[in-house]
Structure formats: structure tokens, C-alpha cells
């Protein structure tokens, strides 16, 4: 502490927020979900030959969601940013990495500084401040870790209950709940202001006309149709708020 005397808050945050020690301990977290990952799709490979599934069909799934990641990918990398220079890049890397939930993130962060009654990243905003508002990110991404840790094994005998072994019926279950979720998503966007209804109602018209008119005559396109309309609502969004911000 003796090193942080004379600096002001937003220094001393700083200082200690990107400390060599958190880089540290954040990427062996960070490298663990790496790792991960690749245990995962080496283990997907690996079952698609057991079962003697046709090569392609694995390989064009992995290209499909990779090219349907970049849109939200984006988006976690600009809060990412906004982040590092509120909470450090350590800390901002690691929730980002293993969580991937912008939005909630950065209000995390948020209530942990209006816990502490200052604005997230201002000058009123202390290392004490900077500690609460870690501790609010984990706090907030344990509910669910935890719940995914011991419901999963219950969820395969709850799918089939429901499902009655129906494969058709399950689909049409799971494409239900896909459109739930994200309808609540949207309409939850839409209550924000009119940047946001702006670029909802853009991503899904732009869907639209790329699934019924482009992917008609250029089938391939049709694995980019998630991507192209995130784009494009990101476009009439940022279009909206620099003609009339």
C-alpha cells in the first residue's frame, strides 16, 4: 500500500486491478476453459466416428457455430473493454471467459458500486469499492453455476418424461422454449428506449429477408443468417444514436 500513497483513486485502481498476480491467476482460469473446450470438441469428433456419422456433418456444425459466435463475440469483446478500464483486465478477461454474459456482468459490477453509494470507474470509486464490486460478479454467477452443477445429471430424465420419448415432439419443445427465451430477451430490449426496439425490430426483419430472399438463391449463406442480422442490428443501433444523440 505504501506504493499507491499520492496516487488518486482512479491510479490506485488501476494499479491494482492489473497487478501481475491477477493476470496470473485469471489465465490459469481462463487456460482451463481453453482446455475445455478442446477436450469437448475432441470428444464430439471422437463419438461422431463410433457411431459412424457421416464426417461432414460434424465439420459443418463446428462451422456453423463458430460463424453464429462472432456476432455475440463482438459484443462481449466491446464490454470487455468497457470493463478493463473500470475493474482491470485481469478480472474482466476471467468473467467474461468463463461466464460470457455481458450484460449481466457489467451490472454486477454496477450494483457493486452503487453498493458502495459512488458511480462504476469515477474518481469516488476505491479500491474498497473496486473489492465489492468483484465480489458482486462472483456472488452473481454462483446462483447459476451451482444449479447447472446439480440439475444436470435430473435434466436427461426430465427431458425424456416430458418428451415421452418422442424425438418430433422434443424437437418442437425445444424450438418452443429457443423462441421463449429469446422473445423475453427482445422484449426486455425493447423496454430500454428506441436504440435498442431500433436494433431488435433491424436483426429480425434483416433475418427475414436473408433466410425468405438471399439463402433461396445462395443456400450457403443461410449458416450466416444469425451473424449477418446481428450486424446489421448493431449497425441501425449505433446509426440511430450518433444521427440523434
Known amino acids: 500500500m505504501e506504493n499507491l500513497a499520492g496516487m488518486s483513486n482512479i491510479e490506485q485502481v488501476q494499479t491494482v486491478s492489473n497487478a501481475p498476480i491477477f493476470w496470473v491467476l485469471c489465465g490459469i482460469t481462463v487456460a482451463l476453459s481453453a482446455v475445455q473446450a478442446i477436450l ?38 466491446i464490454v470487455m473493454v468497457g470493463l478493463m478500464a473500470s475493474i482491470g483486465g485481469p478480472m474482466a478477461w476471467l468473467r467474461l471467459s468463463i461466464i460470457g454474459a455481458a450484460a449481466t456482468e457489467l451490472t454486477a459490477a454496477n ?37 447447472t452443477g446439480v440439475a444436470t445429471p435430473s435434466l436427461e430424465k426430465l427431458r425424456d418424461k416430458v418428451s415421452g420419448g418422442d424425438m418430433k415432439w422434443l424437437g418442437v419443445l425445444s424450438a418452443a422454449c429457443s423462441l421463449g427465451i429469446f422473445g423475453y430477451l427482445n422484449a426486455g430490449e425493447i423496454h430500454k428506449g428506441i436504440g435498442n426496439t431500433i436494433a431488435v425490430l433491424a436483426g429480425a426483419v434483416s433475418m427475414v429477408a436473408v433466410v425468405n430472399t438471399v ?17 446489421v442490428g448493431m449497425i441501425f443501433a449505433i446509426g440511430y444514436d450518433q444521427l440523434f444523440k
Open 40 to 77: 469437448y470438441m475432441r470428444q464430439s469428433f471422437a463419438t461422431a466416428k463410433k457411431v459412424n456419422l457421416d464426417p461432414k456433418i460434424p465439420r459443418e456444425a463446428f462451422r456453423i457455430g463458430f460463424i453464429s459466435a462472432i456476432g455475440p463475440a463482438l459484443g462481449v469483446f
Open 111 to 147: 450494483v457493486g458500486a452503487e453498493a458502495c453509494g459512488v458511480t462504476l470507474g469515477s474518481e469516488q470509486y476505491t479500491l474498497v469499492c473496486l473489492a465489492v464490486s468483484w465480489f458482486t460478479m462472483a456472488l452473481n454467477g454462483m446462483g447459476w453455476l451451482l444449479f
Open 215 to 231: 439463402c433461396k438463391k445462395h443456400p450457403k449463406l443461410l449458416e450466416y443468417s444469425l451473424g449477418i442480422a446481428m450486424i
